[in-house]
């Protein structure tokens, strides 16, 4: 038996299935039942009524299938310490500093967060979901953590006042305007497409600036053939499966914690049901009341 037919089974015998983000290792997306940015993956996860989930992404992700979900068992099959940058910026002291500081405002956190963090926080979000749920929480003030570039993107498009903690993605913040001008020079100047973690100088020079769903969503209809793509060079799987025709050209930008997941270590995972996410009681209820004002308020 190979190795994808062995996968095929064991997901059968345990009602399994396999989430992947858009940033894993091509094969993994491959494999995956549902390949998705971080709110799709959230919904799929929380919705299934399957009793094993086994998320191929970043720590918080599986962290928060497993608050979503406390029942199901969520193996997170990844090889060594793959957490997102930003779960370990803001602290819940930090946050709750600056509640101090400013009472009146509500927190909305970041998802890519730990999960102490999200159990101090009113709401959390995600790209595509962040400004919808700062609109719709009931507060003219926001706290926004720990992302300084998604909190200042939500602010151009909110009257709202955002007060941003000063985290921030070293995998997108790092790019610069002059990565992009070598781009556009070797390219001409095709469509840029970037993700609102990026700095506000590329934002700016962007025709289209969101989630890693909204960039394959715009790029596959976009009538245009070539594109710089500003985020995790991941997402060129399924731009190139959606549109094998176009063209992507990416500055360097790879997040290697999103790179520790591989057939074989899911296959294990599986087989041996062991990588379980196991999370304190407590901080799964509150970290829980966040995620679930996240899908309140984005709908
Ligand atoms: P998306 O929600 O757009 O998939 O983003 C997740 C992420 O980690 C971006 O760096
Ligand atoms: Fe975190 Fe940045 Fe990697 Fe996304 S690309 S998971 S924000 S480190």
Do not use: W
């Not at 059968?12 to 894993?24: C, F, M, S, W």
């Not at 962290?63 to 406390?70: M, N, R, T």
């Not at 941003?164 to 070293?170: A, E, L, S, V």
């Not at 596959?220 to 053939?225: A, D, E, G, L, Q």
């Amino acid at each position: 038996m190979n190795q994808l037919e062995k996968l095929k089974k064991l997901k059968k015998e345990k009602n399994a299935i396999i989430l992947a983000h858009y940033y894993q290792n091509a094969d993994v997306q491959d494999v995956a039942d549902y390949v998705g940015d971080s709110y799709y993956l959230s919904e799929v996860g929380r919705d299934s009524d399957a009793d094993i989930i086994v998320y191929c992404g970043v720590k918080f992700m599986a962290e928060s299938a497993k608050i979503l979900s406390p029942e199901k068992k969520v193996l997170f099959p990844a090889h060594g310490d793959a957490t997102c940058c930003m779960e370990h910026q803001a602290t819940p002291g930090l946050v709750l500093e600056m509640k101090k500081n400013h009472p009146n405002a509500k927190v909305v956190t970041y998802i890519n967060s730990s999960s102490e963090v999200k159990a101090v926080s009113d709401a959390c979000c995600t790209s595509s979901s962040a400004v919808k749920i700062v609109e719709n929480i009931d507060a003219d003030e926001i706290i926004f953590v720990p992302d300084q570039n998604l909190a200042s993107y939500v602010a151009e498009q909110t009257d709202k006042k955002i007060i941003p903690f000063d985290g921030q993605c070293n995998v997108h913040h790092k790019v610069t305007l002059e990565n992009i001008k070598k781009l556009i020079e070797e390219h001409g100047e095709v469509e840029i497409l970037a993700h609102p973690e990026c700095q506000k100088e590329i934002r700016d020079i962007s025709t289209y600036v969101g989630s890693t769903a909204g960039i394959l969503n715009y790029a596959k209809t976009s009538p245009n053939k070539e594109f710089i793509v500003v985020t995790e060079r991941g997402i060129q799987h399924q731009l190139k499966k959606d549109s094998p025709e176009k063209s992507f050209y990416f500055p360097y930008m790879i997040c290697s914690p999103m790179k520790r997941v591989f057939i074989e270590t899911i296959i294990d995972a599986l087989e041996n049901e062991k990588c379980e996410i196991v999370m304190d009681e407590e901080l799964i209820k509150k970290a829980k009341v966040s995620l679930l004002n996240m899908h309140k308020y984005a709908g």
